[in-house]
């Protein structure tokens, strides 16, 4: 497993964009698919994006797409998650996630998680 550790998060008016960050630690980070997963209040987690090991591959929710941007640095072991347009019903806490597999979409395939960050888009 690898430690993460999410920041970026905070208040911005509909329309605006944050970029947030995932720290991660442990040298295998290279070998982790990550993703981004949110949960608003009263809702179940649900997946945002997620990029392969390489970097080659990403998915993205329906919901976002077009709008966030997944992306990492292996050498810096850090995943980010640019998000534009940003919507109020883009308001959730946002997790950090890792695998163990190249490429996965489902939450059960994430065995590390980080504590997470809020987001909260007003209009």
């Known amino acids: 497993q690898v430690q993460l550790a999410e920041s970026g998060g905070g208040l911005v008016q509909a329309g605006g964009s944050l970029r947030l960050s995932c720290a991660a630690s442990?040298?295998?980070?290279?070998?982790?698919?990550l993703g981004w997963f949110r949960q608003a209040p009263g809702k179940e987690r649900e997946i945002v994006a997620v990029?392969?090991?390489?970097?080659?591959?990403?998915y993205y929710a329906d919901s976002v797409k077009g709008r966030f941007t997944i992306s990492r640095d292996n050498g810096k072991n850090t995943v980010y998650l640019q998000m534009n347009s940003l919507k109020p019903e883009d308001t959730a806490v946002y997790y950090c996630?890792?695998?163990?597999?190249?490429?996965?979409?489902?939450?059960?395939?994430?065995?590390?998680w980080g504590q997470g960050t809020q987001v909260t888009v007003s209009s």
């Open positions: 996630a890792a695998s163990p597999y190249s490429f996965k979409v489902q939450s059960r395939d994430f065995d590390s």
């Open positions: 442990g040298r295998t980070f290279s070998r982790y698919a």
């Open positions: 990029i392969s090991w390489t970097g080659s591959s990403t």
